[in-house]
């Protein structure tokens, strides 16, 4: 929250305080905190997993897993 915080105040992007030089990885960065931020202002907790349970296997759903079972369903 601090990043957020001096962010803000100083009207940099959360990249430029943190010094992340990799551009994919600074615009990655302003994105979750940006996700944080409007969470926060709109009264939410944010998500920080997707928290959800595959209904066919029971398990905890994953970007791999998820990314399997379309694989698998292309296949076919």
Known sequence: ??????SEKYRRLPSE???IKDEYVAFCFDEACMYISCQLEEKK????????????????????????????????
């Open 45 to 76: 907790k944010p998500r920080w997993s997707e928290d959800l349970i595959d209904q066919e296997t029971g398990k905890k759903k994953t970007f791999i897993s998820e990314a399997w079972k379309k694989q698998r369903k292309e296949v076919k």
């Open 1 to 6: 929250m601090r990043i957020i915080n001096q």
């Open 17 to 19: 305080i943190a010094r």
